[in-house]
């Protein structure tokens, strides 16, 4: 099992920054990905951020060039700066973690919100 705890959601002003930190406990098995995804008011839960074992990351097309997804491996945290927020960021951020890939079993964290005023 796998438990990830998430922090650094708020209100924030558009064209503001946060970030999210997400601490995950220790595994008997590698992680391979983790990453953010985020559920805004009345819409699907969407992919946001990944960063693979390897280092390398992906973003979503809505977020790149303003998000950026890092980790810290001594602490088993991954980290989200979010950069030039804009009120359609509002949303429940959600901290996931999986074995293989996101096409796979997913662990998630319960979520932290962040709003972005206009």
């Known amino acids: 099992q796998v438990q990830l705890v998430e922090s650094g959601g708020g209100l924030v002003q558009a064209g503001g920054s946060l970030r999210l930190s997400c601490t995950r406990t220790?595994?008997?098995?590698?992680?391979?990905?983790m990453g953010w995804y985020r559920q805004c008011p009345g819409k699907q839960r969407e992919l946001v951020a990944s960063?693979?074992?390897?280092?390398?990351?992906k973003y979503d097309n809505s977020v790149k060039g303003r998000f950026t997804v890092s980790r810290d491996n001594a602490k088993n945290t991954v980290y989200l700066q979010m950069n030039s927020l804009k009120p359609e960021d509002t949303a429940v951020y959600y901290c996931?973690?999986?074995?293989?890939?996101?096409?796979?079993?997913?662990?998630w964290g319960k979520g932290t919100s962040v709003t972005v005023s206009s």
């Open positions: 996931a973690a999986a074995k293989y890939d996101w096409g796979g079993m997913i662990y």
């Open positions: 220790r595994t008997l098995f590698t992680i391979n990905v």
């Open positions: 960063i693979y074992s390897s280092g390398s990351t």
